[in-house]
């Protein structure tokens, strides 16, 4: 019994096919712009915004009361969601992904997403409590208006390692010493790996000159066979704390959790320079709700918010009012509070502009050996 | 729905293949137009593609440094399917053949543990194999070592962490393949004298080819283009071609360079996998 | 010889004791490897300090902190949304594609496996954003929607694969006689074919569901506010550790998995037996 099938011709059937994926795809790739070009969206005006806010922030980064005290304060819904670095944030962004109303990038990322024209300006006048800044958290040199970001949390990074095992260091020295082969970590970010090989050459982190970042890579490649590892600093602790390695290069806040509970491990800032890393909150060209967005970023720089934060994340407030209310815990700790002469060996990350790439390409080929 | 005689189209294979065709056709043929577009572009330094003709993107990837990467990139992917099919091949064999009326139980467990996040799993394999993890204590209490000894971190924890993540990928393929072996045909050659061996070589193991093949593709491609577990478990000092990419889009922002670093490791799998198949023989993925 | 009858019988149904005890001692060890994180697991979500690594005492608090984050309680409720809906359209559109490339000898087929292929092989980095560039130019809002439209364009190939593994070296004789017999062609795909491709398609099924559950490149690029999928919420915690909290839940997921497979079994067994 044989049954008819219906025949449509294969080249009819391709042709068709072909036509739709060639049109389709002209479309879209005469459509795509990799940047957002700045709509201003409702030039803050408060009045006609609904109560909502899109938080786009690290993850683990606020207090149990930082958002729903805002959103008691001013019956503002808040949602928040997770990114987990800087590079991604900026290529969602770039990419035309957004929604977002407040975002928390990093030091050198604000300054690449002000020439990328992803942020758009603050109006300050809605955010008196910038007062409460501490002046070494104002004119950073990524955003020396502060025209587009306000400072959130800060930190360092440095080493946390096990005294009792060690003996007292204060230098990168340490983490090229050949006594402590196979129980080193340094942390897998090329500006802060890098860059410790630049501060140990006395260099600076930002360094663009050719012949200082081959000596550093020169450095890296001689460190290499000392080290586990290149981790997140999030690894490097535990490392440190179950006695898997002995020295860890890590950012501040995880080297606290450490130093708290174990009283063997110690965390320094090393000589001759460390660096200084500060995020920031930022409003995303386009956002739909910017006047909200200046109200979250004035209530976070109240003091007693600011303290609460740094209670919870064990990160440092660049909020001068909020410091009063933080925990003896904290404070009591040199690491947690430096004092101004360490303070004047750090340095700020900044953005490199084109040798980015060769930044990169070292830390490949280090990598890669 | 009989096989259709002949090389023509009919208007049921139109309709079997039609959703297929959209879905694959708008999600993942413009991408890839796109991609392609962005290799011969220029990268802008902070991201952001100039679309023109500049095939210099491609020419940068026969720099040494990043060769040596394709080629560990392919070994590891090798090494990683024959690892995977020498362990995932007997269990599959033991739930298909001997698991009776378990064996969708026996299935489902062996995926479960793939439904935690892989980010813990692998934190969990940093604490047994540290220096004073579970595996060193044991080892230790046994007497078989007397110091611990580095088991993560290098090279050989990569090789576990990329078997243990991909081990499902072989297992499922070989596992609806060998289910549907008939018990009979083994018994039969068993009852012509062949031996168990004889038997599993000859007609078991050739009837579960496309299961093997379709195992090993599933494994092989994706393994290509990992950059977790290197990461995780290797102290980030294995660089692989994933590792790359993601590097050259988010880091160093070179989205032209990228996405030529892309079309290449796709033209290499592509052509490694066509290869295969015509080695094995394509008409074992075909029906009877 | 041994005789293979089936009913009523022991499960291991073999023939010679040794070689099966070697396989099932295999099968065991494999599973342990799999299952030896998960321990890990399972014994720090009940850590008293906030690590998932170092061991500082007994606590419940991170399944009590589990009931009142509702954030990560949402991300729960939307990966497994996005999972389910993926994977069944995933899986009817794989097993349909496969079918066509088993059953049918047609030109221009060499093309559509290697696109098949090919649609495994693109990074993830690079599907993430081009989807994203591609679904801001066609004006679709990012959420849900698009994260299940993503995550059914790559993982209907591996179905596609699996399903193919299933139906290769399968005789179509039955089909044509059930159509012979007078069957339409409905009839015969949904009561004989379908039968009889069942478990390849589950396998299909089983990976694409979890291939998306704990997907982030791409899920990160596509989605949008307030559709934060569990991974998005844990791999972005890398930077500042990793809360115990997650290993409540996964602890949690296991166990209700784990009886909802079992006792399901139980049920399957004993239906069986009947």
Redesign the interface.
């Known amino acids: 019994m044989k049954r008819r099938d219906a025949r449509i011709s294969r080249g009819r059937f391709l042709k068709v096919m072909g036509a739709a994926g060639v049109a389709g795809s002209t479309l879209s790739v005469l459509a795509c712009q990799p940047n957002t070009s700045p709509s201003q969206g409702g030039g803050g005006g408060g009045g006609s915004e609904e109560k909502q806010l899109n938080l786009y922030n690290w993850s683990e980064y606020v207090a149990e009361s930082t958002i729903p005290g805002f959103e008691e304060q001013t019956g503002i819904q808040v949602t928040q969601d997770f990114f987990s670095s800087n590079e991604d944030l900026l290529a969602k962004l770039q990419a035309g992904g957004s929604g977002y109303d407040v975002i928390v990038p990093s030091d050198y990322m604000v300054s690449i997403m002000i020439k990328s024209d992803v942020l758009q300006p603050l109006d300050k006048s809605k955010i008196p409590n910038m007062k409460n800044l501490s002046p070494n958290f104002r004119g950073l040199p990524y955003d020396p208006d502060d025209e587009y970001s306000v400072a959130y949390q800060w930190g360092t990074t440095g080493i946390l390692y096990n005294r009792a095992e060690v003996g007292k260091i204060d230098s990168w020295d340490a983490m090229w010493n050949p006594e402590f082969e196979g129980q080193i970590a340094m942390i897998n970010d090329v500006r802060e790996t890098l860059g410790a090989a630049l501060y140990r050459l006395g260099y600076s982190v930002n360094s663009t000159d050719q012949e200082q970042l081959q000596e550093a890579k020169a450095a890296l490649l001689e460190q290499k066979p000392l080290l586990r590892g290149y981790f997140a600093s999030t690894e490097n602790r535990p490392l440190v704390q179950n006695g898997d390695i002995l020295l860890g290069h890590v950012f501040s806040g995880d080297a606290i959790t450490a130093v708290i509970e174990n009283e063997d491990l110690e965390y320094i800032i090393p000589r001759p320079r460390a660096t200084r890393w500060i995020d920031n909150m930022a409003i995303p060209a386009g956002a739909q709700h910017p006047g909200n967005a200046h109200k979250f970023i004035n209530y976070i720089l109240e003091a007693k918010v600011g303290a609460d934060l740094s209670n919870y994340t064990y990160y440092g407030t660049p909020n001068e009012a909020s410091l009063p209310m933080l925990d003896k815990e904290l404070t009591e700790l040199p690491s947690f509070n430096p004092p101004d002469e360490v303070f004047d060996r750090l340095e700020v990350i900044e953005d490199t502009g084109e040798t980015t790439r060769e930044y990169e390409r070292i830390f490949t080929e280090v990598k890669s050996a | 729905m009989g096989r259709s005689k002949g090389r023509g189209w009919s208007l049921g294979l139109a309709g079997l293949l039609g959703p297929v065709a959209f879905w694959l056709g708008l999600f993942f043929f413009v991408p890839l137009l796109m991609i392609l577009a962005y290799s011969f572009g220029t990268s802008g330094v902070y991201g952001g593609i100039t679309l023109g003709f500049n095939p210099t993107n491609y020419l940068k990837v026969f720099d040494p440094l990043y060769l040596e990467i394709v080629v560990r990139t392919l070994f590891i992917a090798t090494l990683n399917t024959l690892l995977c099919l020498a362990l995932g091949y007997p269990l599959a064999y033991f739930i298909a053949l001997k698991g009776g009326s378990w064996k969708h139980a026996l299935i489902l467990l062996v995926m479960i543990p793939f439904w935690t996040s892989l980010l813990l799993r692998a934190y969990a394999w940093v604490v047994i194999l540290g220096g004073n993890g579970l595996a060193n204590r044991t080892l230790q209490f046994l007497g078989i070592t007397d110091e611990p000894l580095t088991l993560i971190f290098t090279p050989q924890a990569v090789t576990m962490g990329m078997v243990y993540s991909y081990l499902p990928f072989m297992i499922l393929p070989l596992y609806a393949a060998l289910e549907k072996f008939d018990v009979r045909l083994k018994e039969a050659a068993q009852d012509l004298g062949a031996s168990r061996w004889q038997t599993f070589w000859r007609v078991t193991f050739p009837l579960s080819m496309p299961g093997v093949i379709a195992g090993s593709i599933l494994v092989f491609i994706p393994s290509a283009g990992e950059f977790v577990i290197p990461n995780l478990l290797g102290g980030s000092r294995t660089v692989m071609m994933g590792n790359l990419i993601q590097q050259q889009f988010l880091n160093a922002r070179d989205w032209a360079f990228g996405s030529a670093l892309s079309v290449m490791l796709a033209v290499l799998l592509l052509g490694a996998i066509l290869f295969y198949i015509r080695r094995v023989g394509a008409e074992k993925l075909e029906g009877v | 010889?041994?005789a293979?009858s089936t009913k009523g019988g022991p499960?291991?149904?073999?023939?010679?004791k040794v070689?099966?005890w070697g396989?099932?001692l295999?099968?065991g060890l494999?599973?342990v490897?799999?299952?030896?994180?998960?321990l890990?697991?399972v014994f720090?979500s009940f850590n008293s300090?906030?690590?998932?690594?170092?061991w500082?005492g007994f606590s419940l608090r991170w399944y009590g902190e589990l009931l009142r984050d509702q954030?990560v309680i949402d991300a729960l409720k939307t990966s497994l949304t996005v999972g389910i809906t993926a994977t069944a359209i995933a899986t009817?559109?794989?097993t349909?594609?496969a079918?066509?490339l088993?059953?049918?000898?047609?030109?221009?087929r060499t093309i559509?496996d290697?696109?098949?292929?090919?649609?495994?092989?693109?990074?993830?980095?690079?599907?993430g954003?081009?989807?994203?560039?591609?679904?801001?130019?066609?004006g679709l809002a990012?959420g849900i929607t698009t994260i299940i439209?993503?995550h059914?364009?790559f993982t209907?190939?591996?179905v596609?694969?699996?399903?193919?593994?299933?139906?290769?070296?399968?005789?179509?004789s039955i089909?044509?006689a059930a159509?012979?017999l007078g069957a339409n062609?409905l009839q015969?795909?949904l009561r004989v074919?379908l039968p009889?491709i069942l478990?390849?398609v589950m396998?299909?099924a089983?990976?694409a569901f979890?291939l998306s559950?704990?997907d982030f490149v791409i899920t990160?690029?596509?989605?949008?506010?307030?559709?934060?999928t569990?991974?998005?919420?844990?791999?972005?915690?890398?930077?500042?550790?990793?809360?115990p909290v997650?290993?409540a839940l996964?602890t949690v997921?296991?166990v209700t998995?784990?009886i909802l497979?079992?006792g399901?079994?139980r049920l399957?067994?004993r239906s069986?037996r009947a």
Request: glycine share 8%; charged share 10%.
């Open positions: 010889m041994a293979s499960v291991y149904k073999g023939l010679g070689p099966d396989l099932v295999f099968a494999v599973y490897f799999l299952y030896a994180p998960i890990v697991l720090f300090s906030k690590s998932t690594q170092v500082t954030s009817v559109i794989g349909l594609t079918l066509a088993t059953r049918h000898a047609f030109r221009g559509a290697s696109t098949i292929y090919a649609a495994t092989v693109m990074p993830e980095i690079v599907v954003v081009s989807l994203l560039v591609f679904f801001v130019a066609a990012l439209i993503a059914v364009a209907i190939s591996f596609t694969i699996v399903v193919r593994a299933r139906l290769a070296g399968m005789d179509s089909e044509e159509q012979d062609p015969t795909f074919t009889l478990p390849g396998a299909g089983l990976l979890t559950f704990d990160f690029f596509v989605s949008g506010v307030g559709s934060s569990l991974p998005l919420k844990i791999y972005s915690m890398i930077k500042f550790g990793v809360s997650i290993n996964s997921i296991l998995t784990m497979i079992l399901g079994s399957f067994v069986e």
